[in-house]
């Protein structure tokens, strides 16, 4: 057997999701564990974050961040993991888009800590925490805008299957090919190629199970979003909420994309799109508003109050 490959796993602001997402490779663990070294892995292993800082840069072969960068130890720990490690994986939606908590740029961090903690009827006194806690950013910003990446695993949270076949194919020493097609390319519904006649809530009547669901009326993001899934929901029946975002290059605006896929779907008037879909924001940039262009607006405008 070959020598262990060392390893650090970094976790920033998330669910923790992805990583539980690794453990559910589970018998494979019993081949993927052997291959590792673990170096650092803070919600694992008993590693404190003055261990990582010791290591030799590049002396790491691959690292992962899970989550996005929203205080200044998630900055730090994303830059140390790129010092640290030869081969750096974002990993997860949040990680290459800003996933769901990304859409707290929607508001300034006042009116989040008003939701969080102010106004909360589950805290006591009202009061934002403070003591022995690391401060937190103003605005989520893309963590590829932070360091560079050299290997994105999208997911909310990424398949056992697509991180064990990454994880084994990187620990070989093997480039990583990933597949390019969109989720229809998986989908087993028929399609007819017909408009849209009314969008539909995703609990509104009941959907035919053979055929496509978007040319039912439910908004499906399908076909613009990178298929690494292999269409898991929409072949049991759930529409696609987008979040292994775009094909590559993934960094494109994936919003943008699926509205215009809306748009040359149904030929309805606008005003009739707008009342239909009455949470554009939830249904098109519900996992990758930070790397959008308009997502690029609102981080410039935060960055025009500090100077």
């Known amino acids: 057997m070959a020598d262990p490959v060392s390893i650090a796993l970094g976790q920033g602001s998330s669910c923790w999701g992805c990583f539980q997402s690794l453990i559910d490779i589970h018998l494979r663990l019993a081949e993927v564990l052997p291959l590792l ?3 650092y892995w803070q919600a694992v292993v008993d590693f404190k974050l003055h261990h990582l800082e010791s290591y030799e840069d590049k002396s790491i072969v ?9 205080t200044e130890e998630d900055v730090h720990l994303l830059k140390l993991l790129r010092d640290k490690c030869q081969i750096l994986i974002s990993f997860g939606s949040c990680s290459c888009f800003g996933g769901i908590p990304g859409m707290a740029n929607f508001y300034d ?9 102010r106004q909360n009827k589950t805290f006591n006194d009202g009061k934002v925490p403070s003591e022995n806690l690391p401060p937190i950013e103003p605005v989520v910003k893309p963590n590829n805008s932070i360091v560079e990446f050299d290997v994105y695993l999208p997911g909310c949270p990424p398949t056992p299957d697509l991180i064990y076949t990454a994880l084994t194919t ?5 480039e990583l090919e990933l597949s390019p097609h969109t989720v229809c390319h998986y989908c087993e519904r028929e399609k007819k190629e017909t408009p849209i006649e009314k969008i539909l809530k995703p609990y509104t009547g009941h959907a035919d199970p053979d055929r496509c669901l978007l040319e039912q009326g439910y908004i499906c993001l ?4 990178w298929g690494l899934c292999e269409g898991q929901c929409v072949n049991k029946g759930t529409t696609c909420r987008g979040c292994f975002g775009p094909c590559p290059p993934i960094m494109k605006d994936h919003g943008a994309a699926s509205i215009s896929m809306l748009g040359s779907c149904a030929p309805n008037e606008p005003s009739e799109l707008i009342e ?12 990758n508003y930070v790397t959008s262009h308009l997502g690029s607006m609102r981080i410039k405008r935060e960055e025009a109050k500090e100077k």
């Open 62 to 70: 691959v690292g992962l961040y899970e989550g996005m960068a929203r």
């Open 276 to 287: 239909q879909v009455q949470d554009p924001a939830g249904y098109f940039w519900r996992f």
């Open 37 to 39: 070294d673990i170096k």
């Open 109 to 117: 961090i006042e009116e989040c800590y008003d939701v969080k903690f």
């Open 222 to 225: 399908g076909s613009s979003t």
């Open 170 to 174: 990187l620990l070989s020493g093997k």
